[in-house]
């Protein structure tokens, strides 16, 4: 009788591609899919470092699985990702009953991992450097057959204060362009018809490889791809936003209409103390541009509250150019501090009470602002993606707009993994309702 193995991924997308490929290798090592930790001969952890309150979790969790362990010394227990390759040994310290664990760089190493757990009786782990296996060229087991990850490069360049990506990621490390092609090609040959491009800086694709950014020439070539009908993509940055990518993006027939696209805060001084290469006034003429170009272009963003040294002046200023942007939707954090950034140990960071005021301004501002822009869609025929049933009513099902607005629809006949024409009948800030056209 197969293993079972159940995995428990936190964080962002590039995590969910990675728990894709680790799924994949367990699979294809014998291991079968279990619906519940409780039932499975394998529990792993996909770890997260981008936030404070990631790390409190998982340890938390790896609290709660020890009396689990007890009651069950068979069960194998992993951990891998992001705050493995920060912490390394420390897991294994503060968790002795865990069996494995690995680093971002040692996704591929997994079975070997747990092969010599088995035959030492002791645990193991892996925390290499440097990638030289990239996640999408592992085998995969997709949750979706109709939607696909697409990494492009991994790891980030850029030196932000407050950010942790390049020290558990690395360097950019850039797949050659024709890999990437191949694999849409594979994907969309067996039934996918949307990919969502991945990298921490997507921009500067393939500027290691050639010298110069690849990203505009790969999404013109992606609208040569028979079968493919929707391509996202994330991460980019606003400094290395060119003409060309805008130009690529607005003749395209399968690049979506929809942008993320990070500001972190509307202040110049606080900008220049994150280290971000672009002011308030040049992000929002590009965002400018980018909407001139293309029609009905969507808009989400990050932004982040109370980082050291954030003045009521500066917030001001945030919620100033989120008035000016109109995102559709905007991902808002409390910052946190993260060892080896150079923003942990800044001056003047900023009291809990303060940040918490601060944040709960800015989610009530764009919340209304997202309320206004899907009110603006009342009436409208849009295409969405039927990506499955509601999660909250058993009669409905959820879509997607390629402006990547979430739209509920009585589920008919509609079929998870096909497109359906629709006209939207109501509106709320996170999602809108349609009915059938």
Same mark, same amino acid.
């Given at each position: 009788?197969?293993?079972?193995?159940?995995?428990?991924?936190?964080?962002?997308?590039?995590?969910?591609?990675?728990?894709?490929?680790?799924?994949?290798?367990?699979?294809?090592?014998?291991?079968?899919?279990?619906?519940?930790?409780?039932?499975?001969?394998?529990?792993?952890?996909?770890?997260?470092?981008?936030?404070?309150?990631?790390?409190?979790?998982?340890?938390?969790?790896?609290?709660?699985?020890?009396?689990?362990?007890?009651?069950?010394?068979?069960?194998?227990?992993?951990?891998?990702?992001?705050?493995?390759?920060?912490?390394?040994?420390?897991?294994?310290?503060?968790?002795?009953?865990?069996?494995?664990?690995?680093?971002?760089?040692?996704?591929?190493?997994?079975?070997?991992?747990?092969?010599?757990?088995?035959?030492?009786?002791?645990?193991?782990?892996?925390?290499?450097?440097?990638?030289?296996?990239?996640?999408?060229?592992?085998?995969?087991?997709?949750?979706?057959?109709?939607?696909?990850?697409?990494?492009?490069?991994?790891?980030?360049?850029?030196?932000?204060?407050?950010?942790?990506?390049?020290?558990?990621?690395?360097?950019?490390?850039?797949?050659?362009?024709?890999?990437?092609?191949?694999?849409?090609?594979?994907?969309?040959?067996?039934?996918?018809?949307?990919?969502?491009?991945?990298?921490?800086?997507?921009?500067?694709?393939?500027?290691?490889?050639?010298?110069?950014?690849?990203?505009?020439?790969?999404?013109?070539?992606?609208?040569?791809?028979?079968?493919?009908?929707?391509?996202?993509?994330?991460?980019?940055?606003?400094?290395?936003?060119?003409?060309?990518?805008?130009?690529?993006?607005? &003749?395209? #027939?399968?690049?979506? /209409?929809?942008?993320?696209? !990070?500001? *972190?805060?509307?202040?110049?001084? +606080?900008?220049? @103390?994150?280290?971000?290469?672009?002011?308030?006034?040049?992000?929002?003429?590009?965002?400018?541009?980018?909407?001139?170009?293309?029609?009905?272009?969507?808009?989400?963003?990050?932004?982040?509250?109370?980082?050291?040294?954030?003045?009521?002046?500066?917030?001001?200023?945030?919620?100033?150019?989120?008035?000016?942007?109109?995102?559709?939707?905007?991902?808002?954090?409390?910052? &946190?501090? #993260?060892?080896?950034? /150079?923003?942990?140990?800044? !001056?003047? *960071?900023?009291?809990?009470?303060? +940040?918490?005021? @601060?944040?709960?301004?800015?989610?009530?501002?764009?919340?209304?602002?997202?309320?206004?822009?899907?009110?603006?869609?009342?009436?409208?025929?849009?295409?969405?993606?039927?990506?499955?049933?509601?999660?909250?009513?058993?009669?409905?099902?959820?879509?997607?707009?390629?402006?990547?607005?979430?739209?509920?629809?009585?589920?008919?006949?509609?079929?998870?993994?096909?497109?359906?024409?629709?006209?939207?009948?109501?509106?709320?800030?996170?999602?809108?309702?349609?009915?059938?056209?």
């Amino acid at each position: 009788m197969s293993k079972t193995y159940f995995i428990r991924t936190y964080g962002c997308q590039m995590n969910e591609h990675d728990s894709e490929r680790i799924a994949g290798l367990l699979e294809m090592n014998g291991y079968a899919r279990a619906q519940d930790p409780e039932s499975a001969d394998l529990v792993l952890f996909n770890t997260c470092a981008i936030r404070e309150n990631a790390d409190k979790k998982l340890y938390g969790t790896l609290g709660q699985m020890k009396r689990v362990k007890d009651a069950r010394p068979e069960l194998r227990i992993a951990v891998g990702g992001c705050q493995v390759q920060k912490d390394k040994s420390l897991v294994l310290e503060k968790a002795p009953w865990v069996d494995v664990a690995f680093g971002t760089f040692s996704v591929a190493e997994l079975p070997r991992l747990l092969r010599e757990r088995e035959a030492t009786g002791v645990p193991t782990f892996e925390f290499a450097e440097q990638t030289e296996t990239f996640p999408s060229a592992l085998p995969a087991r997709r949750d979706d057959p109709f939607h696909a990850w697409v990494s492009v490069s991994v790891g980030c360049d850029n030196a932000c204060t407050f950010c942790i990506v390049p020290f558990v990621r690395g360097p950019q490390v850039s797949r050659r362009l024709r890999d990437v092609l191949d694999e849409v090609r594979r994907l969309a040959e067996v039934g996918v018809v949307e990919v969502t491009l991945l990298g921490q800086n997507v921009n500067t694709y393939g500027r290691d490889l050639d010298g110069k950014p690849l990203f505009a020439d790969l999404l013109r070539a992606l609208d040569h791809i028979d079968g493919l009908r929707r391509v996202r993509f994330t991460s980019p940055h606003p400094h290395d936003f060119t003409p060309e990518v805008i130009d690529a993006m607005a &003749s395209s #027939r399968v690049v979506c /209409e929809h942008i993320h696209f !990070p500001l *972190q805060s509307g202040s110049d001084r +606080v900008l220049k @103390r994150m280290r971000r290469s672009y002011r308030s006034a040049r992000y929002l003429e590009t965002l400018s541009i980018m909407r001139g170009a293309i029609r009905d272009l969507a808009v989400s963003t990050d932004i982040i509250v109370g980082f050291p040294g954030e003045t009521d002046e500066d917030f001001q200023a945030t919620l100033h150019v989120v008035e000016e942007a109109r995102f559709d939707s905007a991902y808002t954090f409390k910052y &946190s501090i #993260r060892p080896n950034t /150079e923003a942990a140990s800044m !001056p003047d *960071q900023v009291a809990a009470e303060i +940040v918490a005021e @601060r944040y709960e301004r800015l989610v009530g501002l764009q919340e209304r602002i997202a309320l206004e822009k899907n009110r603006e869609m009342v009436g409208r025929h849009v295409e969405v993606l039927v990506e499955g049933c509601s999660k909250k009513d058993a009669t409905r099902v959820t879509g997607r707009t390629r402006t990547n607005k979430i739209v509920h629809v009585a589920a008919g006949e509609l079929m998870t993994g096909t497109f359906a024409d629709v006209v939207i009948g109501d509106a709320h800030p996170h999602h809108l309702d349609g009915i059938l056209a």
